[in-house]
């Protein structure tokens, strides 16, 4: 089993920023991604961006230069710099662990609200 700690998120204004963090705790295998999605009202889950633990990056494709991915493989968390955010980046956040171990795993979600 693994388990998924979210932190970050909330109500901001267009233009303002927020971070966000996920740590994963359990039966971790050494080889693994993790990866943050996101599912606004009404919408399917999409990937947003993903990296291993050798290091690779993924990004889907959509407005990079607003937003940095980090991962912390000592302490097996990622995290999600949001900067100049839009009305239109209002969405559920979720994290996801995968390996071929253990499997796939999902974070509880965490709400990004963005209105003036």
């Known amino acids: 089993q693994v388990q998924l700690v979210e932190s970050g998120g909330g109500l901001v204004q267009p233009g303002g920023s927020l971070s966000f963090s996920c740590a994963a705790s359990?039966?971790?295998?050494?080889?693994?991604?993790m990866a943050w999605y996101r599912q606004g009202s009404g919408k399917q889950r999409d990937f947003f961006a993903a990296?291993?633990?050798?290091?690779?990056?993924t990004y889907a494709d959509f407005e990079k230069c607003r937003f940095t991915f980090s991962r912390d493989n000592t302490k097996s968390a990622v995290y999600l710099q949001m900067n100049n955010l839009k009305p239109e980046d209002t969405a559920i956040y979720y994290c996801n662990y995968n390996d071929r171990t253990a499997g796939n795993y999902w974070g509880k979600g965490t709400l990004v609200f963005v209105s003036s």
């Open positions: 359990g039966c971790i295998f050494s080889i693994n991604s």
């Open positions: 990296t291993t633990s050798a290091g690779g990056t």
